[in-house]
């Protein structure tokens, strides 16, 4: 089976459907897709990204910006320019689609022999940046592949007898595949599609080849101008547009 990994969309409509054309380019047969939260908040068009996830996923968990916005959690954590744009995304979105962000499942979620979650398995706000946050979760795994995101980081961790970075990519490139060892356990990223954070502002997502063990990250470069110039229409804090050029 082959899936679409898709995580931290926040409200980034031109991001999207730029990873949605590129994916649809390149897998004309994907089977399904999945996403690991965070439909909503920063961006500008969180109704309209909400309808085109409606459309196109059918696997969805919760990330913490969706359960910010429908079910008001979590807002003293925020940084002020975060609060912002859950209020704001609030106000923009009808009824039906805060009733959509809050009845998301939370994660961990099991599919095909893998399991999603936003931030780790165990809890679903929680980061995973570094290789000792992954060997906290040693012996503490239900699947030997995990998909993650939360930190807009594409890339992840292998571990085998202890824990080592995956470095998604060396250079430029749009795609860089990773083939996963039997023996190991994988804690793996798509990265963001609408906000990443990584050095690179390129939209991320990923692919997974469950039969054949392969794990494909992409990159796709869209018009984050647009986007830009909609955040700052919107009067959502000025940040939330700029960071889009340098990808962090
Ligand atoms: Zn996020």
Known sequence: ?????????????????AVLHDAEARYPQLDAAACLGDVVG?????EAVVRRLQETTKTVIRGNHDKAVALGENLEWF??????????TLNQLCTESVDYLRE???GPRMLNGFQICHGSPLDEDEYLILPSDVE???????????FFGHTHVQGGFRMLRGVVTVVPRPDASELETIELEEQAYYILNPGSVGQPRDQDPRAAYAVYD?????FH?????????????KILEA???????????HGR
Do not use: C, I
Request: glycine share 6%; net charge neutral; charged share 25%.
């Open 217 to 229: 990250m992409h990159r796709v470069a869209y018009e984050f101008e647009t986007t830009q110039r």
């Open 79 to 88: 940084n002020p320019a975060a609060r912002d744009a859950t209020y704001w």
């Open 136 to 146: 906290m979760l040693a012996g503490r795994l239900d699947a030997g592949v995990v």
């Open 42 to 46: 920063y961006g500008a068009d969180p």
């Open 210 to 214: 469950s039969r054949n063990r392969l």
């Open 104 to 106: 998301l499942p939370r």
């Open 1 to 17: 089976m082959l899936y679409l990994l898709l995580s931290d969309l926040h409200a980034n409509l031109e991001a999207f459907d």
């Open 235 to 245: 009067g959502l804090p000025e940040r939330l547009a700029f960071r889009l050029a």
